[in-house]
């Protein structure tokens, strides 16, 4: 037996707000909108796909009273696959999103940024391919995933959970 990771939640004031950010910022699309809830993704979710293997989870932004009150616990890193890092957070900025300091120093290679609603999120390296970078200085993405922290040991390949 196995669960699958499907939707991310984000409790906020304005699930309309939010949902047109993230499309503008991710390339997702709505799939689902009612009253205080709107869902947005990469792809349409289906039974079917979701049992056969893990997909993209879908972005559920859904209406709640309260504010956001301290630091999240949780928050999303992004890469831009098509400019630079630098370019990205331009991007992102006049699209509403604003830089944030969560204590994360200044010697960092990412950019901690906040969305309309102040819910962090991360910007870190570029994905656009450069030819101004020498191959031994491109990361070699076959050997994991992206990060800019330590990998928990229950998290690295080969490793029992």
Known sequence: ????????????????????FWCEVLDFTVLDRSEGKVEIG?????VEA?????????MVFIRVPEGKTVKNRLHLDVSPV???????????????????????????????????????FDVVRTLAPSTHVTPSA????RTGPITHGPTPSSCRPGTAR
Do not use: Y
Request: some cysteine; aromatic content about 4%.
């Open 1 to 20: 037996m196995t669960s699958r990771f499907t939707e991310l939640v984000v409790d906020c004031h304005d699930p309309e707000l939010l949902a047109v």
């Open 50 to 58: 979701i049992r056969a293997g893990q997909m993209p989870p879908t």
């Open 42 to 46: 990469s792809w349409e979710p289906t």
């Open 82 to 120: 098509d400019v630079s890092t630098e370019d990205e957070v331009t991007r992102l900025l006049g699209l509403g999103a604003t830089t944030t300091d969560v204590g994360q120093g200044a010697a960092r290679s990412w950019v901690v940024m906040a969305d309309p609603e102040g819910n962090e």
């Open 138 to 141: 491109q990361p070699d993405l």
